[in-house]
């Protein structure tokens, strides 16, 4: 979120507006509907999570249990086993979706 001084942006008559209501205080303004990113998408920590969760997929099926896969990525067990249930609906649907 970026900070704009109001008299820099607005005219001054829609500052006097906004006075009425937010006088010297910080308001927030929302981006446009269609212009609203998903978590995790401005700084790619989405993408980072999804790499690793296939890469903890793919270690369970390759034969590490719940618990290496906890100690080694500094999860909970209940957490590797979410990941791995989320894994595995996804590959089964993209596997449908070929069909």
């Known amino acids: 979120m970026k900070y704009y001084n109001t008299q820099n942006v607005l005219p001054e008559e829609v500052i006097k ?5 937010v006088d ?3 308001i927030y303004i ?7 990113k998903a978590w995790g998408e401005n700084n790619g920590s989405k993408n980072s ?4 969760n296939i890469e903890i ?3 369970h ?3 590490l249990t719940v618990i290496q896969l906890a100690k080694e990525y500094y999860l909970s067990e209940q ?7 989320q894994e595995k609906t996804l590959c089964s649907n993209s596997k449908q979706n070929h069909l």
């Open 17 to 21: 507006i906004i006075q009425k209501y």
């Open 24 to 26: 010297g205080g910080y």
């Open 30 to 36: 929302p981006k446009k509907d269609n212009e609203h």
């Open 49 to 52: 999570f999804r790499v690793r």
């Open 57 to 59: 997929y793919n270690k």
């Open 61 to 63: 099926i390759a034969g």
């Open 79 to 85: 957490s590797i086993r979410r990941i791995i249930n």
